[in-house]
């Protein structure tokens, strides 16, 4: 009986050690884990959404269920505290929608705000992938997502199951793959077009 009973512990303690050992790399990036003098500028570029996860499908996945793939692209606005977010979203009926964002550095934080959405607030998550960006988006009471971008539109699996334990150590069991079965729209000098 005791054997039994201790073998029940030692199996009940390694799964949690497990959870816990696994859950604990899930750290959102401090000030301090970054470059200050390379931040944001480090980000520039075209980044590839590679998938998206949250608590529910629906608000904060579902504008993500009819798109196939996307590709974005940061730079520096107008100054050095405004980051130009240009995005071309290939739709599964294969439409191509330009969109645009502006983020706000925030100083002395690694966290973004967005534009014209004040209550919403963008923060840097580390990743197992060093050529890849895990952002939470948080909206209160409409969206809380954590979204993985790559510099390249494909991903190793241990990638993909580095954002899923990421996912779901934030209690975000939905997760949404892009297909990428179409081909990436392209982004115009001047703009985004289809």
């Given at each position: ?74 730079n520096e606005e107008t100054r050095p ?114």
């Amino acid at each position: 009986m005791f054997q039994t009973a201790w073998a029940c512990f030692l199996y009940i303690y390694g799964i949690l050690t497990d959870v816990l050992l696994v859950c604990n790399h899930a750290s959102k990036l401090r000030p301090n884990d970054l470059n200050r003098q390379q931040f944001p500028s480090q980000y520039f570029g075209d980044w590839y959404f590679i998938a998206a996860a949250a608590s529910e499908i629906s608000p904060s996945l579902e504008a993500y269920t009819q798109v196939d793939n996307t590709v974005f692209n940061i730079n520096e606005e107008t100054r050095p505290d405004r980051l130009l977010l240009r995005a071309t979203i290939r739709t599964k009926d294969g439409s191509c929608v330009p969109r645009k964002w502006i983020y706000l550095v925030k100083e002395d934080s690694v966290d973004l705000g967005t534009e014209g959405r004040p209550d919403r607030n963008t923060e840097l998550f580390a990743s197992k992938c060093p050529r890849c960006i895990i952002l939470q988006e948080s909206d209160p009471h409409i969206v809380q997502r954590l979204l993985l971008f790559s510099r390249t539109p494909q991903l190793d699996q241990e990638y993909i199951d580095d954002f899923k334990t990421k996912a779901s150590c934030a209690g975000m069991h939905k997760l949404l793959l892009f297909p990428q079965a179409n081909e990436y729209c392209k982004f115009e000098p001047t703009g985004v077009h289809s």
